[in-house]
């Protein structure tokens, strides 16, 4: 059994800071693709970052200069440095992982239950 679980989410003024992490648990014999993604009220999930095994990111343009993926392959985890928050960036930030579990021949997709940021002055 895969798990993801993320942390680091909150209250923050516009122009603040904050940073999630996400890390992976359970019987995993590789990760490949992880990500993070974001629903706000009303509107559907979006893409925010993506970084690959290799370190090869990718960003929906809306956050590009202002957040940063990266992750520690050797713990399993996945981080977004989120830096110059907007109110538009309010919303449920879901981790995301491509996983190989022990003992299987194929990668599955896995989701985080989400963590709440809300930028609000």
């Known amino acids: 059994q895969v798990q993801l679980m993320e942390s680091g989410g909150g209250l923050v003024q516009p122009g603040g800071s904050l940073r999630l992490s996400c890390a992976a648990s359970g019987s995993i014999s590789g990760i490949r693709a992880m990500g993070w993604y974001r629903q706000a009220p009303g509107k559907q999930r979006e893409l925010v970052a993506t970084i690959t095994s290799g370190g090869s990111t990718n960003y929906v343009d809306s956050v590009k200069g202002r957040f940063t993926i990266s992750r520690d392959n050797a713990k399993n985890t996945v981080f977004l440095q989120m830096n110059s928050l907007k109110p538009e960036d309010t919303a449920v930030y879901y981790c995301?992982?491509?996983?190989?579990?022990?003992?299987?021949?194929?990668?599955?997709?896995?989701w985080g239950q989400g963590t709440q940021v809300t930028v609000s002055s």
């Open positions: 995301n992982a491509d996983v190989l579990s022990t003992g299987k021949i194929w990668y599955w997709n896995y």
